[in-house]
């Protein structure tokens, strides 16, 4: 059973810095892809970045470009969110979610199956 646990979140001034955790546990990192997400109270769930669990590779919603960064430990099973001068239009419920193994890694909440459950993050000006 897939399961995803997020942590990290919290409120920060504009310009601050927070690190989210997604810790995945019944999925295998040899061949998967976990992305992030975030959801502000009457907006849309937005792609924020995603990361192939095996490469490494990323790539970011041009929202976050130069901003956020993520990244992954394989052997610990944790996919990181690093969040940089956070603006207050940041603020919003963050999750992490992994798609069914053998996909292109995407950004598109639809194709994802398996969700955390949220970590909150305010940034006030």
């Known amino acids: 059973q897939v399961s995803l646990v997020e942590s990290g979140g919290g409120s920060v001034q504009a310009g601050g810095s927070l690190r989210l955790s997604c810790v995945v546990s019944g999925y295998d990192f040899v061949d998967g892809c976990v992305a992030w997400f975030r959801q502000a109270p009457g907006k849309e769930r937005e792609g924020v970045a995603r990361i192939y669990t095996n490469t490494a590779s990323a790539d970011r919603a041009d929202s976050v470009k130069g901003r956020f960064d993520i990244s992954r430990d394989i052997k610990k099973h944790i996919v990181y969110l690093q969040m940089n001068s956070l603006r207050p239009e940041d603020s919003a419920m963050y999750f992490c979610?992994?798609?069914?193994?053998?996909?292109?890694?995407?950004?598109?909440?639809?194709?994802?199956?398996?969700w955390g459950q949220g970590t909150q993050v305010i940034v006030s000006s």
């Open positions: 979610a992994a798609k069914p193994h053998g996909q292109y890694c995407t950004m598109f909440a639809r194709e994802f199956n398996y």
